[in-house]
């Protein structure tokens, strides 16, 4: 159940109120800044005459969803200085796989911020599915990785492969990133949430858009501001592309639910000769952004080279689908 409060009345009297009548309650804010209190299933029943009682409730509802707070999150969400969400000109996050070197991420900030990209991605913990594959330089490269945002203007996205990752993470980055392989991982979903910062959420690759509502139920409801969701391919039959690209869930959790979400197509595809395709596919679904990997020589590059875009295919993709230097000044 969501309770909405009158403009003016105090949150906090009327939290002790729902308290004293047993009710297990949770604060938040939707979007407007305005207090909502979601009283979790499980806290035993309450006669709505009595609600109506409580000075200073406008409303409550009782919706018929399993993610109250991800139905109430819909529309644009703000991080840093850019807006993202469904209406809003869409967004480029570009960087390389792994943050392999203080030079190569500084060559790749300067690469993403010079065709209007706003936001620098880099794994700093990968989640390989070999062990013996490139883990990332962790903790060690993160100054490496902010330096090299913060020179050219960037916002950052990396992702928190574990609980340990949090804290260091969540100080530093702009939006953690919960990758394909935990969206299922309750524990860590908690723990990014309590770290109250922006998430982008990926997809697991088998995972059904209500699983991935959840998910991202669980990053709201223990404290996340915003939900950014990320779609990047599901597992499929065929093996010509490494995922299949699903547009049809761009387009519902866009047009439908109208969340903000993100398409990872190079994750998607796992080879760059359909990225440029793709990527205007996902725009015209409704995707509010684009993450896209870009190498300097993705010949020799630690992880995930086939489908990295070299220098110059990064820049004309950039151009082509309209992003420029002069998005930042012109939102
Ligand atoms: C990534 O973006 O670095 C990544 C590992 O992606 P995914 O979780 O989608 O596989
Ligand atoms: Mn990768």
């Known amino acids: 159940m969501i309770v909405t409060l009158r403009s003016g009345a105090d949150p906090e009297a009327i939290r002790r109120s729902l308290i004293a009548r047993g009710l297990w309650v949770t604060r938040f804010e939707n979007?407007?800044?305005?207090?909502?209190?979601?009283v979790r299933p499980g806290s035993g029943t309450l006669d709505p005459a009595e609600l109506e009682r409580i000075e200073g409730i406008e409303s409550w509802a009782a919706p018929q969803t399993t993610h109250p707070l991800v139905d109430a999150a819909l529309g644009m969400v703000q991080i840093g200085p850019v807006p993202i969400g469904p209406g809003w000109p869409p967004v480029l996050m570009a960087g390389p796989c792994a943050v392999e070197s203080a030079e190569q991420i500084t060559a790749a900030a300067a690469r993403v911020a010079a065709a209007g990209g706003r936001f620098l991605r880099g794994g700093l913990f990968k989640p390989r599915t070999s062990p013996y594959d490139f883990p990332g330089h962790g903790r060690?490269?993160?100054?490496?990785?902010?330096?090299?945002?913060?020179?050219?203007g960037l916002l950052t996205v990396s992702e928190v492969l574990s609980e340990s990752a949090v804290e260091p993470l969540a100080e530093a980055i702009d939006l953690l990133q919960v990758g394909s392989r935990n969206m299922h991982n309750a524990a860590l979903l908690s723990s990014v949430g309590a770290a109250r910062r922006p998430v982008l959420l990926k997809r697991g690759m088998a995972a059904t858009l209500e699983e991935l509502l959840l998910a991202g139920e669980y990053l709201l409801l223990h404290g996340a501001p915003a939900v950014l969701f990320c779609e990047r391919g599901i597992r499929s039959f065929d093996t010509t592309t490494r995922n299949l690209l699903d547009l049809s869930a761009v387009a519902y959790l866009a047009h439908v639910k109208q969340l903000p979400v993100i398409v990872d197509p190079s994750h998607a595809l796992g080879r760059k000769d359909l990225i440029r395709p793709m990527s205007r596919a996902a725009l015209a679904a409704g995707a509010a952004g684009l993450m896209v990997e870009t190498?300097?020589?993705?010949?020799?590059?630690?992880?995930?080279g086939p489908q990295s875009l070299t220098p110059r295919e990064f820049r004309d993709l950039a151009g082509d689908l309209g992003f420029s230097p002069g998005d930042a000044e012109r939102r």
């Not at 979007?31 to 979601?38: D, H, M, T």
């Not at 190498?295 to 995930?304: I, K, Q």
Request: glycine fraction near 10%; charge should be negative; aromatic fraction near 10%.
């Open 31 to 38: 979007r407007s800044g305005q207090p909502l209190f979601l």
């Open 140 to 152: 060690e490269g993160l100054t490496w990785f902010t330096d090299a945002a913060r020179t050219h």
């Open 295 to 304: 190498h300097d020589d993705p010949g020799r590059a630690l992880s995930d």
